[in-house]
């Protein structure tokens, strides 16, 4: 049983550990919805619109909300945006340190128990 534990770890399951780096920093990206906010970086924050009315005054009130509203919605998608990404990345290199320390985690064990020893 041993060996079986140490064929599939040195063999697919260090191979499905290496699969999973991609679709799980997908999945990541996916669950920020970067691309959306991406595409919408300038729309206004919740569909808040102004519409104008007939006077001059009132177009330019409405193009102010607007204008204001965008740059909300600017703001607060760039905020969540630089999260995103940041996340993103520390999930890929997570996962890049993952595969690296894969094949040295059965040696930890020995290592482990010599260390309680030691001490």
């Known amino acids: 049983m041993f060996i079986s534990l140490l064929v599939?770890?040195?063999?697919?399951?260090?191979?499905?550990?290496?699969?999973?780096?991609?679709p799980r920093t997908?999945?990541?990206?996916?669950?920020?919805?970067?691309?959306?906010?991406?595409?919408?970086l300038f729309a206004p924050w919740k569909?808040?619109?102004?519409?104008?009315?007939?006077?001059?005054?009132?177009?330019?009130?409405?193009?102010?909300?607007?204008?204001?509203?965008?740059?909300?919605?600017?703001v607060v998608r760039i905020f969540v945006l630089a999260a995103g990404l940041i996340v993103v990345l520390a999930v890929f290199l997570f996962s890049i340190i993952e595969v690296v320390i894969?094949?040295?985690?059965?040696l930890a064990i020995p290592g482990f128990v010599i260390a309680g020893f030691m001490l």
């Open 26 to 40: 997908r999945n990541v990206a996916a669950n920020f919805s970067i691309l959306q906010l991406i595409r919408t």
């Open 47 to 74: 569909r808040i619109i102004t519409f104008p009315g007939r006077s001059l005054e009132e177009h330019l009130r409405a193009a102010a909300d607007n204008a204001f509203g965008r740059a909300v919605g600017f």
């Open 8 to 22: 599939w770890w040195y063999g697919h399951g260090w191979q499905q550990v290496m699969q999973s780096i991609m």
């Open 102 to 106: 894969w094949p040295l985690l059965p």
